[in-house]
């Protein structure tokens, strides 16, 4: 049974870091891309950043602020946070998936985690 589990989320300030876990059991994240996506309130869920076959990529709106990262001896992806503004505000959840070329689109992911609040404040 694959199970993902997301952790690391909380309140803080703009400015502020935070980094964001994914764990799994049940599957190797190394034979799938990871993802992360946010939804926020009344929004659909967004792309953030995927990791996979040798391949990282970001939304946008957080090129230069965030960075996925996957350690392989823990079976663990990563997402670091860095200059956290209020529009970051959202549900964030890490998914996996087996296509490389469609991991912008949550309609692709397979497995998802429960999501881990994250909050911004002004």
């Known amino acids: 049974q694959v199970q993902l589990v997301e952790s690391g989320g909380g309140l803080v300030q703009a400015g502020d870091s935070l980094r964001l876990s994914c764990s799994a059991s049940?599957?190797?994240?190394?034979?799938?891309?990871t993802g992360w996506f946010r939804q926020a309130p009344g929004k659909e869920r967004e792309f953030v950043a995927a990791?996979?076959?040798?391949?990282?990529s970001s939304a946008d709106s957080v090129e230069g602020r965030f960075t996925i990262s996957r350690d392989n001896a823990k079976n663990t992806v990563y997402l670091q946070m860095n200059s956290l503004k209020p529009e970051d505000t959202a549900v964030y959840y890490c998914?996996?998936?087996?296509?490389?070329?469609?991991?912008?689109?949550?309609?692709?992911?397979?497995?998802w985690g429960q999501g881990t609040q994250v909050t911004v404040s002004s």
């Open positions: 049940g599957l190797i994240f190394s034979s799938f891309v």
């Open positions: 998914g996996t998936s087996r296509i490389l070329t469609e991991s912008r689109d949550p309609r692709f992911y397979d497995y």
């Open positions: 990791i996979g076959f040798g391949i990282t």
